[in-house]
């Protein structure tokens, strides 16, 4: 059961490691949504790979209907292995697999719980973060964990580039957790409550840039928020996208927060603390350039005020 790239990755690994001990027998995923122009609909990630391999996949628009319990039931699951599926499961779900509805999650719990850990991971400063594979229960990412795998978070990372390798790593994990439940050898380890931390679904607006923040935290917004939303300002009443940027001075002051102090070799941004070098941004409608082409363009020179 899962949605986006990160579920299908761990898919097609499922699928191509099947045949010895398990087997893949049925797929659940998000109904098709509008997508491009035309606004014609397409499947998820999950539901294209599914498509591509021949599984059989069930779209439900509600998960808490008597039809969807019966077609899942149909699958005659041992398992149900869940990653970035989207919904709240309800006990109705849960109980359907013989041996247990597992779940990897992209964070180690119990940090991080909810829809946007590796975001959050950025955001926080975290020096590593992994994935935790876990039974599921009906409360967010609170069920008690049977193994997690561990990577550092590079300070060139970016959510795209996280998001890849937790995938990779989620696969592996699941595997593992698969090989241990076939053998009867899963061993459950409770959550610590009280280190317990929540993420939320992150928004567009999340994405703008306040000025005032230090720019430590504004250069891993920059990493936490590529591709999407993408950390975002404006100047001179235009929206800027701001993909790539650099600490210049962690502890600089004597400017207003998001006056431009210097715009050669590459424009200089005061931070609430500290000053930010932007070296790749974009303006609406157009292609990402360097960011001192970029103010080249505008004629923009020192002085000048990101923000509102």
Known sequence: MGTPALAAHILERLVTA????????????????????GLGTEPSAVGALA??????????????????LSELKAFEPDLLVVAAYGRILPNSILDVPRIAPMNVHASLLPR?????????AILAGDAETGVTIMRIVERMDAGPMYLQRRISI???????????????LGADAMLEAIDL?????LVETPQDEALATYTAQVEKKDAVIDWTASAAQIERMTRAYDPWPVARTRLGGDEVLIWRAA????????????????????????CGAGR?????????GRKRIPAADFLRGKRVEAGARFGA
């Open 112 to 120: 991080h719980r909810g829809a946007s850990p590796v975001e959050a």
């Open 276 to 284: 930010l070098r932007l070296l790749e941004v974009q303006a609406a």
């Open 18 to 37: 099947s045949g010895a001990n398990f087997r893949v027998v049925g797929v659940v995923t998000r109904p098709d949504q509008p997508r491009g122009r």
């Open 181 to 185: 439940a076939a053998r009867g050898a």
């Open 154 to 168: 590079e300070s060139s990372d970016t959510q795209g580039t996280l998001k890849e390798k937790l995938a990779e």
């Open 247 to 270: 600490i210049e001075d962690p502890g600089s002051s004597g400017h207003a927060p998001g006056t431009i102090v210097s715009v050669k070799p590459n424009p200089v941004v005061q």
């Open 51 to 68: 498509e591509r391999r021949g599984i059989p996949t069930l779209k439900p628009v509600k998960i808490r209907t008597p039809e969807f």
